[in-house]
């Protein structure tokens, strides 16, 4: 079993349509939780971080964790041509300073026109 | 403020040779960390170094180094290149608090 599961998709919506990415993890001794966005041979864009448990907000983005149920959330409001891109959750292997994410194997999003 | 840069953007290499990576980092982060990226396995934790020494490590053969330098600027090698070494390699910074990683644009190196 992997410690982050991510459905790899495509997920293929209508543009304006409301997108919901989800992960689930095993290790309750994650903490800190991190949205990205890569485009095709492009590297991994940062869009959201967060660090506990409900819901942060910046802009059309939205992303939710529930620790008690180990699973986190990324919504995308009024979703454009242009948010198709594979999406990645990375959660932080623990607190003690180190570094090391590890990665779901990304949802590939497909915005129709 | 740029962002975190790589160089090469892409490298083809042959089976037993080594390769180095260089990776700098976004002004003021001190840490560094590398990735390997491939369709296969996805992103996987490579090691991060911070004030020059290696302060985590990934399940990776040995054949997969690195350092950083005083600069925080930072390197990677893999020796004895394999065919299966053929993916991304992403290098990511991030400041002394927070658990924020900002990702290079990666090298692309293809193994023959």
């Known amino acids: 079993q992997k410690e982050v599961e991510q459905d790899p998709g495509p997920l293929s919506v209508p543009e304006g349509a409301i997108v919901s990415l989800n992960c689930t993890y095993s290790n309750s001794a994650f903490q800190y939780f991190m949205w990205y966005r890569q485009y095709s041979r492009k590297g991994p864009e940062l869009l959201m971080y967060?660090?506990?448990?409900g819901n942060k907000e910046d802009g059309r983005f939205t992303a939710q964790v529930d620790k008690s149920s180990k699973y986190i959330s990324l919504f995308i409001r009024d979703s454009q041509p242009s948010d198709s891109a594979t999406y990645l959750c990375?959660?932080?292997?623990?607190?003690?300073?180190?570094?090391?994410?590890?990665f779901g194997s990304g949802t590939r999003l497909q915005v129709q026109p | 403020k740029a962002g975190v840069t790589q160089t090469p953007r892409y490298l083809i290499k042959t089976r037993g040779q080594q390769v180095t990576l260089s990776c700098s980092p976004i002004s003021g982060h001190r840490s560094v960390s590398w990735y390997q990226q491939t369709p296969g396995q996805g992103l996987q934790f490579l090691f991060e170094?911070?004030?020059?020494?290696?302060?985590n490590k990934g399940n990776f053969p040995g054949r997969f180094s690195g350092r950083q330098f005083s600069n925080s600027r930072s390197e990677m090698n893999v020796s004895t290149l394999e065919l299966g070494d053929s993916a991304l390699y992403l290098c990511a910074s991030s400041l002394d608090r927070g658990y924020e990683q900002f990702f290079g644009p990666g090298t692309r190196l293809t193994v023959l």
């Open positions: 967060t660090y506990s448990s």
């Open positions: 170094y911070f004030s020059e020494t290696q302060r």
């Open positions: 990375a959660i932080s292997q623990d607190g003690t300073g180190r570094r090391a994410l590890t």
